[in-house]
């Protein structure tokens, strides 16, 4: 959540989460005896170096999950992540080890999350929502939203995966999309273009762009 420039509270975590408030709350108290985590008097939950350190091996540990899931065992790409949370508590410092080296010139997870530095990594590189482009823009999938297995089965039936290029033809004043990626014309509405980051492939107007909205985005 913090990558994604959303403020961590207990109502959050439990929406996100699924799960009651009640259990938040118990999570939180535990995590914070531990060290992992302190919480501001208006109720913001903020990791501790500590805590910044186990989720970030954590997070390196689910990337690693998905990408023997999908590489080695072969389990569809839009299944990997559910079952990556899974496995990603069980996986051993010997066997992280020997993943870091199966896998360890992956800058990526199959999904296009960046490898030790996340969403946040994606905007210090560049990198925009689809739902910023304007028409004629061309720009190139860097990383889609993983969490919803629906919705990376609609993404992958539409061709549309992290390295795809496309061009924005329409933008309505809804917000909904035409575009079009692998020879094909497709509609998209806001609920799927917030969800995937691009990499713009315009023109020089366009970079200036999208580079006075990354270095706004960076400010905030």
């Avoid at 994604?4 to 009651?20: D, K």
């Avoid at 118990?26 to 903020?46: P, Q, S, T």
Wanted: aromatic share 4%.
């Amino acid at each position: 959540m913090l990558e994604e420039n959303q403020v961590p509270i207990s109502a959050r975590l439990a929406e996100e989460l699924a799960v009651t408030p009640p259990a938040v709350t118990a999570a939180v108290k535990r995590m914070a005896r531990d060290g992992n985590i302190k919480v501001e008097r208006g109720g913001r939950i903020l990791l501790t170096s500590k805590g910044r350190k186990t989720a970030q091996n954590l997070m390196l540990r689910h990337q690693l999950a998905e990408m023997l899931l999908t590489e080695v065992i072969g389990l569809p790409w839009a299944k990997a992540h559910a079952e990556a949370e899974r496995m990603e508590h069980a996986i051993s410092p010997e066997v992280e080890t020997l993943l870091i080296k199966r896998f360890g010139d992956r800058k990526t997870c199959p999904h296009g999350v960046p490898v030790n530095g996340g969403v946040a990594k994606l905007r210090k590189n560049g990198g925009v929502l689809l739902s910023q482009l304007q028409p004629k823009d061309r720009a190139e999938i860097l990383c889609v939203y993983e969490k919803d297995e629906g919705f990376l089965e609609f993404l992958q039936g539409l061709h549309l995966l992290p390295g795809a290029k496309l061009e924005i033809l329409r933008r309505e004043y809804d917000e909904t999309m035409t575009v079009r990626v692998a020879g094909r014309t497709t509609h998209l509405g806001k609920p799927a273009t917030s969800r995937i980051w691009v990499r713009p492939l315009s023109t020089a107007a366009s970079a200036k762009r999208f580079g006075t909205l990354a270095n706004s985005a960076k400010s905030v």
